[in-house]
C-alpha cells in the first residue's frame, strides 16, 4: 500500500506506537473521549501503566467505560483534575505523554485548554520524559482561544534547547487555517542526567 499523508491525530498516534513498549509508563493529559487512553492502554500492556487527566468529568467517565468495555482499565489511572497537576501526581520516569488541545468532542466548546494550564502540564511533562521518550501535542486552531494558544505553544516549543529536546512541527500548508496541527517533542536519547 502506498504511504499516504494523513491527519494531525494520526501522525501524534503514529510516533507513539513507534515509541511506546510494553512495560512503560505513559501520560494521556486530555481524556478527551478516550481514544488515546485505549490506544496507550493497549501499547503498554498489563505491566505498564497509563496515567490519565481531564478537569471534565465527563472525560473521565466516557474514557472509564471505554477502557472497561475493552478489558483495559486496570492498567490505567484516571485523574478528573486538570493537565497543570501531572507533576503533582505523576513521579518518576515516563515514556511518553500526549496532549489533545481545544475543547472535549461532543462537549462545551466554552470549556477549552488554555495555554497557562498547557505551559504548567507541558513543562511538567518534559522534566518527566526519559531519553528518547517523546511528548505529542494536537494543537486545534481556528478559534480565539485555541489561535493564541497554538501560537504560544509554537513560541515556547521553539525556544527550548535542541542540545535536549528535538521539536517537529507537522501541519498541512494546504488545508486551512483551522486545521489541525501536530508537534512532537522528543528528550534526546543521548541525554543521560547528572
Known amino acids: 500500500m502506498a504511504y499516504i499523508l494523513r491527519s494531525a491525530r494520526y501522525i501524534a498516534a503514529d510516533a507513539l506506537r ?88 461532543g462537549g462545551d466548546k466554552a470549556i477549552t485548554t488554555r495555554w497557562e494550564t498547557t505551559h504548567a502540564a507541558l513543562s511538567g511533562v518534559i522534566g518527566l520524559l526519559e531519553p528518547g521518550g517523546i511528548c505529542t501535542v494536537c494543537a486545534y486552531p481556528g478559534h480565539a482561544a485555541g489561535d493564541e494558544e497554538r501560537r504560544a505553544l509554537t513560541d515556547w516549543l521553539s525556544a527550548l534547547r535542541p542540545q535536549a529536546f528535538n521539536v517537529l512541527h507537522h501541519r498541512f500548508l494546504n488545508a486551512g487555517p483551522g486545521a489541525p496541527e501536530c508537534f512532537i517533542i522528543q528528550k534526546n536519547p543521548d541525554l543521560r542526567e547528572g
Open 18 to 105: 513507534q515509541v511506546v513498549r510494553p512495560g512503560d509508563r505513559v501520560i494521556d493529559a486530555t481524556l478527551g473521549n478516550g481514544h488515546d487512553t485505549r490506544m496507550l492502554a493497549e501499547l503498554v500492556g498489563e505491566t505498564g501503566r497509563v496515567i490519565g487527566f481531564d478537569i471534565q468529568q465527563e472525560a473521565v467517565d466516557r474514557t472509564e467505560a471505554s477502557l472497561r468495555e475493552a478489558g483495559l482499565l486496570g492498567r490505567c489511572e484516571l485523574h478528573a483534575v486538570g493537565h497543570q497537576h501531572i507533576a503533582e501526581r505523576v513521579t518518576g520516569p515516563i515514556r511518553a505523554a500526549v496532549f489533545n488541545l481545544g475543547w472535549l468532542p
